[in-house]
């Protein structure tokens, strides 16, 4: 059974730090691209960053210099080191697979597999 389980949410000021982990099990973790997604209230899912199998890396617009994704495949884990944050930051986080290459377009559509969300509150 496949699963994805994220860790690391909270509730920050402005300014600081949190760092999100996501561990995968049931599946060939070294061989897929892992993502990081987050969905504020309201809004649509979007694409925050992912890594392939090899660690190269794509990040959305609105985080680059402030989020690093990184992954080892010795622990089937997925990480996302985020600072700087800001209020537009907050919304639920959300690790998902997807088997190959990574397209490199940060789209949510057809990742194969998700987790059930971490939520990232940042106050102003």
């Known amino acids: 059974q496949v699963q994805l389980v994220e860790s690391g949410g909270g509730s920050v000021q402005a300014g600081g730090s949190l760092r999100l982990s996501c561990t995968g099990s049931g599946y060939s973790f070294s061989r897929y691209c892992m993502g990081w997604f987050r969905q504020a209230p309201g809004k649509e899912r979007e694409g925050v960053a992912d890594i392939g199998s090899y660690g190269l890396t794509t990040y959305a617009d609105s985080v680059k210099g402030r989020f690093t994704i990184s992954r080892d495949n010795a622990k089937n884990t997925l990480y996302l080191q985020m600072n700087s944050l800001k209020p537009d930051d907050t919304g639920m986080y959300y690790c998902?697979?997807?088997?190959?290459?990574?397209?490199?377009?940060?789209?949510?559509?057809?990742?194969?597999?998700w987790g059930k969300g971490t939520l990232v509150t940042i106050s102003s």
């Open positions: 998902a697979a997807d088997y190959g290459y990574c397209s490199g377009g940060l789209s949510p559509d057809g990742m194969d597999y």
